[in-house]
């Protein structure tokens, strides 16, 4: 994944990436530990799946 941009606040992290043509949005949230990762704009949610379990 290649970062296309960040946005740090005092709660939460959200970084925007690129895989190949599919864009996420990979977001850290500081007071309840966990990590999201969503498709973002125009990827479908199908590329979740494909993200977790390899090509």
Do not use: H
């Not at 606040?9 to 990436?17: H, S």
Request: hydrophobic content about 45%; aromatic content about 12%; some cysteine.
């Amino acid at each position: 994944m290649t970062v296309i941009e960040k946005i740090d606040g005092l709660d939460e992290r959200m970084w925007f990436t690129r895989l190949g043509s599919a864009r996420y949005c990979v977001s850290w949230d500081i007071w309840f530990p966990e990590v999201s990762i969503m498709a973002w704009e125009d990827t479908p949610d199908a590329a979740i799946d494909r993200l977790a379990t390899g090509p």
